[in-house]
């Protein structure tokens, strides 16, 4: 018996034991891909499938910009926008620029250590060029966008023709675009990002999404006609160590 088939035997036994102890997994639709994102060395694997899957692999024009939204508040949707905006600028040609369009909750320039005083917010209240309002982040080929300086009626400007125009500028600039959305449940604002992109990529917690929020988000974004992309479950723990997983 090779190792290789004793490992997967081994795989096989501690998922079905994590399997029974779970409360009511979430399980979406099955016509969206689930990638799940741990920790350590085998979340930077997990992410690199991520990116390619979405951006790397497509046999025709792949997604050129696409909305990461987490269900609910607390699902880490900006730091999987960073670390997938990250190794896409490592493993692709071309320009990236990650938005923060997450008015409601925006953190991404403390992730990057970059200042967040000027940015989308100021991108839709100005008519400076788009480049204007990105930051480099120090990592070759990758820019931010972020929220700027946020006012209770931020949020409405993501409805403005100016935004759309905005939104067409860094098509034109950038070679790929993630942007941050707020989470589905409680604000329309992922659902109108992602009617102006090429689609969708939920953010779902482990042990903590409920399946009914991720089905009903999911249905609510077909209504509209926006894409699924992929389903991202994050914060996964593993039942066996991980330097098991990552010899399979």
Known sequence: MSKHFELLQQLEKEQTRASAAASEPVVLPPDESMISIGQGQLADKETLRLVQQIFLMQTQAPPRMVVFAGIDHGNGCSRICATVAETLAKNAEGRVCIVEANFRSPGLSGFFGVPNHFGLTEALLRDAPIDTYTTST?????????????AAD???LLSSDHFKFR????RKEFDFVIIDA??????????VLGQL???VVLVIEAD????EAASAVADSLRSVNVPILAAV??????PIPEKVYSRL
Do not use: C, H
Not at 182 to 191: H, Q
């Open 233 to 238: 479950l994050n914060k996964r723990t593993y």
């Open 154 to 156: 931020s949020p409405a």
């Open 167 to 170: 939104l067409d500028q860094i």
């Open 197 to 199: 992109s090429d689609g």
């Open 138 to 150: 120090g990592l070759e080929n990758l820019w931010l966008l972020s929220a700027g300086t946020v």
């Open 182 to 191: 707020p989470p589905l449940t409680p604000y329309s604002d992922a659902a």
């Open 208 to 211: 903590a999404t409920r399946r």
